[in-house]
């Protein structure tokens, strides 16, 4: 099971909007609709963004969004500020887990 | 309140068993639709799942690993545990555990704060 494939590096402006792509196969991202999002930053446990592709857990800013088109997922996030710049991970389940090789963000 | 704490040694030679606890409080082992599971990150690298054990004591492991992982619970501890034999440098990584509830999908809503175990002779 191979990991989901990640863009490495991503950057914006405060105020502009990034896309985070996480592209899978029809065994994962493609067959269910258990796609998660992750932030983390330096030095700290994941926080959970995104789940079943596009729904937020409460306290998460609407800034953040999710979606997915076959066999690729997306985060967006508009609206950026200095506070998201962090690492981000996808993680679709496929009868197991497997996440993406993360994406660091970057706000210019 | 919900929290996880994973414990366990800091250091352990190549061809050792290693032994990792999560003690978690604000939520019980044995309500419907939980599930505690383990996530490791090597330094500088990506999350890697490596298993999960459900209320009813299924158990999920990382296809690549199954045949080094074990992971039982003891919900009278509120504790989950996963052993990993044979352990080797590339091993080396920061372990979290981290809830799952149904209401959140098959996403892991709480974690731990991790615990860097080295491999090294």
């Known amino acids: 099971q191979s990991a989901l494939t990640q863009p490495r590096s991503v950057s914006g402006s405060p105020g502009q909007s990034v896309t985070i792509s996480c592209t899978g196969t029809?065994?994962?991202?493609?067959?269910?609709?258990?796609v998660s999002w992750y932030q983390q930053h330096p030095g700290k446990a994941p926080k959970l963004m995104i789940y079943d592709v596009s729904k937020r857990p409460s306290g998460v800013p609407d800034r953040f969004s999710g979606s997915k088109s076959g066999n690729t997922a997306s985060l967006t996030i508009s609206g950026l500020q200095a506070e998201d710049e962090a690492d981000y991970y996808c993680c679709s389940y496929a009868g197991s887990y497997v996440f993406g090789g993360g994406t660091k963000l970057t706000v210019l | 309140q919900i929290t996880l704490k994973e414990s366990g040694p800091t250091l352990v030679k190549p061809t050792q068993t290693l032994t990792l606890t999560c003690t978690f409080s604000?939520?019980?082992?044995?309500?419907?639709?939980?599930?505690v599971g383990w996530i490791r990150q090597p330094p500088g690298k990506a999350l890697e799942w490596l298993a999960l054990?459900?209320?009813?004591?299924?158990?999920r492991y990382s296809p690549s690993l199954k045949s080094r992982l074990t992971i039982t619970k003891d919900t009278s501890k509120n504790q989950v545990v996963l052993t990993m034999t044979n352990m080797d440098p590339v091993d080396t990584a920061t372990y979290y555990c981290?809830?799952?509830?149904?209401?959140?999908?098959?996403?892991?809503?709480?974690w731990g704060q991790g615990t860097l175990v080295t491999v090294s002779s």
């Open positions: 981290a809830l799952q509830r149904g209401r959140f999908g098959e996403a892991f809503d709480y």
């Open positions: 604000g939520f019980s082992l044995s309500t419907s639709g939980v599930g």
């Open positions: 054990i459900y209320w009813d004591d299924d158990k």
């Open positions: 029809s065994s994962d991202v493609g067959g269910y609709n258990y």
